[in-house]
T-cell receptor, first 111, second 111 residues
Framework: LAKTTQPISMDSYEGQEVNITCSHN???????ITWYQQFPSQGPRFIIQ???TKVTNEVASLFIPADRKSSTLSLPRVSLSDTAVYYC????????????FGIGTKLQVIP | NAGVTQTPKFQVLKTGQSMTLQCAQD?????MYWYRQDPGMGLRLIYY???????DKGEVPNGYNVSRLNKREFSLRLESAAPSQTSVYFC??????????FGPGTRLTVT
């Protein structure tokens, strides 16, 4: 299983771009990188998933370098409602079942 | 679509009592999961079911049993509850390899 490492917490002012980096040195060839968001008292919610290079959707961007040993979740112009815990997961079809969430990164957006 | 539903939302048990947490999904997903989340911690996988008729242990299976009743339903049973099982329990489902959809959680307190 690929182990992930991400910062425990981050602070950001409203309107700024936030980048959260996750390290996954032993990522396997068929593993995907997935990010989830969790608000207090709720289950995690899928944000974005990628395999290599860059993926963008209406919520975030995911940057994955060529060696795939790390990835960066980018949240453009954060607002107070983006205050949450963000989890980086590594796994793939067939290996997804045993992926673990870790502690995640607690993002605090400041007015 | 209701997505993933869990019952009950809250439960208080005395040590040694038993109970079953229910989970159902209406998205025709193959795989289903049970996680627990302790305060300030990430989610830890208890059991998962890759497909109807199969179940497998996750990271923290001791003290729990599961049943994949049919494709829609996946239950988690505590045979003899212990204070260490006080936690928030999340059920999730996915098509294999895709994003997981989470239920609202069950807050369990064992006294």
């Amino acid at each position: 299983l690929a182990k992930t490492t991400q910062p425990i917490s981050m602070d950001s002012y409203e309107g700024q771009e936030v980048n959260i980096t996750c390290s996954h040195n032993n990522i396997a060839t068929n593993d995907y990188i997935t990010w989830y968001q969790q608000f207090p008292s709720q289950g995690p919610r899928f944000i974005i998933q990628g395999y290599k290079t860059k993926v963008t959707n209406e919520v975030a961007s995911l940057f994955i370098p060529a060696d795939r040993k790390s990835s960066t979740l980018s949240l453009p112009r954060v607002s107070l409602s983006d205050t949450a815990v963000y989890y980086c997961l590594v796994g793939g079809p067939g290996g997804y079942q045993k992926v673990t969430f870790g502690i995640g990164t607690k993002l605090q957006v400041i007015p | 679509n209701a997505g993933v539903t869990q019952t009950p939302k809250f439960q208080v048990l005395k040590t040694g009592q038993s109970m079953t947490l229910q989970c159902a999904q209406d998205m025709n997903h193959n795989s289903m999961y049970w996680y627990r989340q302790d305060p300030g911690m990430g989610l830890r996988l208890i059991y998962y079911s890759a497909s109807e008729g199969t179940t497998d242990k996750g990271e923290v299976p001791n003290g729990y049993n599961v049943s994949r009743l049919n494709k829609r339903e996946f239950s988690l049973r505590l045979e003899s509850a212990a204070p260490s099982q006080t936690s928030v329990y999340f059920c999730a489902s996915t098509r294999t390899g895709d994003e997981q959809y989470f239920g609202p959680g069950t807050r369990l307190t064992v006294t």
